[in-house]
């Protein structure tokens, strides 16, 4: 296969990936009667024996179960698995409780963070056009504490969670699936506790549900896994920059579904603090362009 058509292709996964994560909030809507705790534990659940059979498909069991062997990792993936639970509950919850909006500010402040999280701990250097945007995105977040009078703790509690995931699995030793595969392992004994000791909504009991309920309860896995392998195929395929590029489409569509959709108020406050955030994405999205096109001049 030829490298453009590769890269056709990676672009077509990219994109795909974060749609679904952008369409996400419409399907946790259909079922925002049920507590974001229990469409957690449905999430986990599913997507823990979907992953068993995408590794039993792909023969990977041998290798995945090499990682029992090693303690010091299943410690660190207990520490992401966290951080990913909580990261997926407050989702759950901002999306079913009409707080779509900070949703979306969240996702659009994770790429900024990710920068700062990368000077801190891995020793990477901001060039200038950095450093603005990210004089940009605290401008905006201090704008609303100002004006608006409270902080944006949603969004703010969604980007860092996701922010420090991702730099905790950059440093791990395991590959996305399987180590997807290992944190809903982790996090399985306390889903499967709450469900049974806890759950006591009108559809913790999937044997008095309508089949098409939970049919909806069941697609959390899909939910959870089928983005998350179409964005593999993309960054196998695509440069990391690249992919960057992709990953506005998220919170711009739970942006436009927030505001247009569910009707959420989009006060003149909250609205200037989207437009520094655009605006230190549009600067991050221009830097990473030109180091992008400086790698290649330097390469040639």
Known sequence: MSLTREQKLGGIFAATAYSLWGIAPLYFKQIDFIPAAEILIHRIVWAFL???????????????????????????LLLSALLLGGNWWLFIWAVNNNHMLDASLGYYINPLLNVLLGMVFLGERLRRLQWFAVFLAATG???????????????????????????????????????????????????????????????????QNSLS????????????????????????????????????????????????????????????????????????????WLAAKARRTSVL
Do not use: H
Request: charged letters at 10%; a positive charge.
């Open 213 to 288: 309920l939970n049919v909806y309860l069941v697609a959390a896995g899909l939910v959870t896994t089928v983005p998350l392998l179409c964005f593999i195929a993309g960054a196998r395929r695509l440069q990391l920059s690249t992919m960057g590029f992709f990953q506005y489409i998220g919170p711009t569509l739970m942006f436009v579904f927030g505001v247009w959709l569910y009707q959420e108020p989009l006060a003149s406050e909250r609205f200037i603090t989207f437009g520094f955030i655009w605006l230190a994405l549009c600067c991050y999205s221009i830097d990473a």
């Open 50 to 76: 979907l992953l068993l059979l995408v590794i039993a498909l792909l023969k990977q069991g041998r290798a995945t179960l090499a990682i029992l062997a090693k303690p010091s990792l299943l410690l660190w």
């Open 141 to 207: 977040v201090i704008w609303q504490i100002l004006t608006y009078g409270a902080l944006p703790w949603i969004a703010l509690v969604l980007a860092s969670s996701f922010a420090l995931y991702g730099l905790l699995r950059k440093k791990l030793a395991v590959d996305a699936i399987k180590g997807l595969f290992f944190e809903s392992l982790l996090l399985l004994p306390v889903a499967l506790w709450y469900w049974w000791a806890f759950a006591d909504s009108s559809a913790a009991n999937l044997a």
